[in-house]
């Protein structure tokens, strides 16, 4: 694996462990921003080994990336990268009007994880 490819690797790790210390801390929208975020980095860490450092995509969505990468993602995490990519904002911002609850965060975090070990074995 390229050193590069193993930063971000590192990093999406990181951030799948930061979203469930905020779970455990009640913090639920950070939670689903930083399941949002593991799984994107992730995503960006299989361009950076397929295609080189500093070409990924300057996106956010999960959808797009997938697509862009040519993952033939399990039907049972398609629509998870859908909901993902829809929290980009309300994870982020107040005013998005959206309120998170542990149900909806434990629900995020549970298929992140999934996701995140199955995109994982993409990389060895």
Known sequence: MKPETQEWAEIAERDLQAARVML?????QQAVFYCQQSIEKLMKAIWTERHGVGTHPRV????KLANRLGLDVPARWRDLLVDLTDQIFPSRYPEAGWRYN???????Y??????????RQLLT
């Open 24 to 28: 455990e801390q009640d913090f639920y």
């Open 60 to 63: 956010h969505n999960l959808v």
């Open 102 to 108: 542990r149900e909806v965060a434990e629900e995020y």
């Open 110 to 119: 549970n298929g992140s994880r999934e996701l995140f070990e199955w995109l």
